[in-house]
C-alpha cells in the first residue's frame, strides 16, 4: 500500500505569511495529487488537482507542485480565511481499478 | 446548481447497519463516480470506497471489504452507502463526493456530511 505523510501537522502564521506544506508518498505516483481544503464543520473543498491545477474559482495565491513521491503546497500570502486543515490526496486510476488515500491533514491556524 | 444531497443524522446499536444516501443534482451523477469519505470526530479523512453507476464498477477500501456496499440508482440519480457490523469506532461524519474523472480524477462536489453515531 501506497503511504501518504504530510508535514508539519500543524503550523501558525501572520497574515501575509507565505505557508509551505509538504506531500509525501511512500511511491512514485506521478502527479497523481490533489489538494483540498478543510474548514471547520465543512465538506472538503478541492483546490489544485494533478499536482499543480488550480481548481476554477480558486484564488490564485494557492499553487501546488512536484511529481514523484515529494509534493509542495504554497499560500503565497496567508489571509484570514485561509485558516483550515489542508489534506494532500493520492489517486490510482487502472480501470476497473479506482482507488484513493488522504495524507493526515495540516492544520493552518493565524499567529 | 449541481449539488449533492445527503440524508439525515443516524443513531445506531453496534452490530446493527447504517444506509446513507446521497442524492445527485444538475447533472454531476453520468459519467461520474461517485465516492465515500469518513471523517472521525477530530480525525483525518477517510476513504471508504465508490462507484462509477454508468459501467456498475464499484472499489471498496481493504479497510472496509466485506462490511460496506456501495450502489446507485441511475433513474433517481441516487447513490448509498451501506456500512455493517457497526461498532463505536464507525461514528463519524460520511460524506458522498462527485469524482471528476475529465480533469484529473477528483472529488470536486461534495455531500453536507450524514453525522452517524454508533451508542448503546
Known amino acids: 500500500d501506497i503511504q501518504m505523510t504530510q508535514s508539519p501537522s500543524s503550523l501558525s502564521a501572520s497574515v501575509g505569511d507565505r505557508v509551505t506544506i509538504t506531500c509525501q508518498a511512500s511511491?512514485?505516483?506521478?502527479?497523481?495529487l490533489n489538494w483540498y481544503q478543510q474548514k471547520a464543520g465543512k465538506a472538503p473543498k478541492l483546490l489544485i488537482y494533478?499536482?499543480?491545477n488550480l481548481e476554477a474559482g480558486v484564488p490564485s495565491r494557492f499553487s501546488g507542485s512536484g511529481s514523484g513521491t515529494d509534493f509542495t503546497f504554497t499560500i503565497s500570502t496567508l489571509q484570514p480565511e485561509d485558516i483550515a486543515t489542508y489534506y494532500c490526496?493520492?489517486?490510482?486510476?487502472?480501470?476497473?481499478?479506482?482507488?484513493?488515500?488522504f495524507g493526515p491533514g495540516t492544520k493552518v491556524d493565524i499567529k | 446548481q449541481s449539488q449533492l444531497v445527503q440524508s439525515g443524522a443516524e443513531v445506531k446499536k453496534p452490530g446493527s447497519s447504517v444506509k446513507v444516501s446521497c442524492k445527485a443534482s444538475g447533472g454531476i451523477f453520468n459519467s461520474d463516480g461517485i465516492n465515500w469519505v469518513r471523517q472521525a470526530p477530530g480525525q483525518g479523512l477517510k476513504w471508504i470506497g465508490g462507484?462509477?453507476?454508468?459501467?456498475?464498477?464499484?472499489n471498496y477500501a481493504e479497510k472496509f471489504q466485506g462490511r460496506v456496499t456501495i450502489t446507485a440508482d441511475d433513474s433517481t440519480t441516487t447513490a448509498y452507502m451501506e456500512l455493517s457490523s457497526l461498532t463505536s469506532e464507525d461514528s463519524a461524519v460520511y460524506y458522498c463526493?462527485?469524482?471528476?474523472?475529465?480533469?484529473?480524477?477528483?472529488?470536486?462536489?461534495w455531500g453536507q456530511g450524514t453525522l452517524v453515531t454508533v451508542s448503546s
Open positions: 511511491q512514485d505516483i506521478s502527479n497523481y
Open positions: 462507484i462509477i453507476p454508468i459501467f456498475g464498477i464499484t
Open positions: 490526496q493520492r489517486y490510482d486510476n487502472l480501470p476497473p481499478r479506482f482507488e484513493f488515500t
Open positions: 463526493a462527485r469524482t471528476r474523472r475529465s480533469d484529473g480524477y477528483n472529488f470536486d462536489y
Open positions: 494533478d499536482a499543480s
